[in-house]
């Protein structure tokens, strides 16, 4: 594996052991990082964010990858993302309250890394389908 696999997969194992300090440690202060639903920054403190968002909503969540490709410094996770809504979804639009439901999401985050570190971390997925799985909509 080369150093953009080797990065994504790890964090992908921090993520799957519930781990803020490891998942936080593969940012930077420059680490720009965007996802749906109104979360986008740079650095640590949106990283750190991000993970609270989905880690405090589903305490119990698990990425499975699928696939994890590279080119040069440019890399692409295929995963799902499965847990049980049992904490609040703490969003920057508003908070949706724990609502039990089980829910496996297909998503794919492209990064960029630099120096060992992402330097870009974009998460694209489908928000109806999770407010679907949700049973909110």
């Known amino acids: 594996m080369g150093s953009v696999k ?10 799957n052991e519930h781990n803020r300090e490891g998942w936080t440690a593969n940012f930077t202060e420059t680490t720009e990082l965007r996802a749906p ?3 986008s920054g740079s650095g640590l403190g949106i990283a750190g964010q991000f993970y609270d968002i989905w880690q405090d909503g589903f305490p119990d969540c698990q990425v499975d990858p699928e696939a994890i490709s590279e080119d040069g410094a ?7 993302f499965k847990g049980t809504h049992t904490g609040p979804l703490n969003t920057p639009t508003g908070t949706i309250a724990a609502t039990g439901k089980a829910v496996a999401i297909p998503f794919v985050v492209t990064a960029k890394v630099g120096g060992g570190k992402f330097t ?4 694209y997925f489908d928000q109806a389908e999770l407010m679907t799985q949700l049973g909110v909509v």
């Open 6 to 15: 080797d990065l994504v997969g790890s964090a992908v194992r921090v993520w």
């Open 37 to 39: 639903g109104g979360v």
């Open 74 to 80: 440019d890399g692409v996770l295929e995963a799902v």
């Open 120 to 123: 870009s971390f974009r998460l």
